[in-house]
């Protein structure tokens, strides 16, 4: 089993910037690529960011590309997600997930591809 525990959400207003990070343990780290997922009140579980388990190969989706960073530090076993200017409909519970890939340059975009999860952190962003 691998354990993630996601940290650094709260509430922040609109223009503002988050950093999450996502620690994770019980399995080599560096053997999962790993996406942010986040869930607004009412909407399914979306995927809005990914990177290999290289770190080279990164995705964005189009509401968060040019405002959010993924990267990965492989030594610490964390992955993080820098989210600047962010905006009132950023508002969800965040989840870090981990797919066991045995490529290093790919990364998955759907929920049921990943196979661990943390618990989610919530992020409001106030307007």
């Known amino acids: 089993q691998m354990q993630l525990v996601e940290s650094g959400g709260g509430l922040v207003q609109a223009g503002g910037s988050l950093r999450l990070s996502c620690a994770a343990s019980g399995r080599t780290f560096s053997n999962y690529a790993m996406g942010w997922f986040r869930r607004s009140p009412g909407k399914e579980r979306d995927l809005i960011t990914a990177?290999?388990?290289?770190?080279?190969?990164?995705y964005y989706a189009d509401s968060v590309k040019g405002r959010f960073t993924i990267s990965r530090d492989n030594a610490k076993n964390t992955v993080y997600l820098q989210m600047n200017s962010l905006k009132p409909e950023d508002t969800a519970v965040y989840y870090c997930?981990?797919?066991?890939?045995?490529?290093?340059?790919?990364?998955?975009?759907?929920?049921?591809?990943?196979?661990?999860w943390g618990q989610g952190t919530q992020v409001t962003v106030s307007s």
């Open positions: 997930a981990a797919d066991r890939t045995y490529s290093t340059s790919t990364y998955s975009y759907t929920p049921s591809e990943y196979d661990y």
């Open positions: 990177i290999s388990k290289s770190g080279r190969s990164t």
